[in-house]
């Protein structure tokens, strides 16, 4: 019989298909064999996980750096939006003043136009209007 050195469980020759020549110092069972593959596959992908951990650490903090920025930006141009609508606001004001004026002048231009043949009576005498131009 042979005893594992990992699990200390004893193995008869002929169940594990070797004889006591070929053993020789120390030896595993198929079972401890196959987990120490177990164990290497786990602590290989454990690896594996632990870096792509990082490149993802790594993306996050970029793309919070990125983000924080675009913030700041958006914030910026809502400033800047603000202000360009104040503006835009005065000058719609202001051309609606001088729309205003214009349009008061063209309807003084027309009463003009239709008092110019009238006549005003003052004192027994009539005067032709004619308004100042």
Known sequence: MVQCHLCQAWFHYPCINEKE???VGIWSCQVCRSLGRTV???TDKLSSLESTIRLLQEN???LSRLVTDQVK???ELRQENGALRVQGQ???DE???TTNQADISTR???IADQ???STISHRGRKYPLSPPR
């Open 21 to 23: 020549a070929d053993i």
């Open 40 to 42: 290497s596959g786990i």
């Open 60 to 62: 996050n903090t970029h």
């Open 73 to 75: 930006t958006a914030d």
């Open 90 to 92: 005065n000058l719609l």
């Open 95 to 97: 051309l609606a003043a």
């Open 108 to 110: 003084l231009d027309n």
């Open 115 to 117: 008092l110019a043949g």
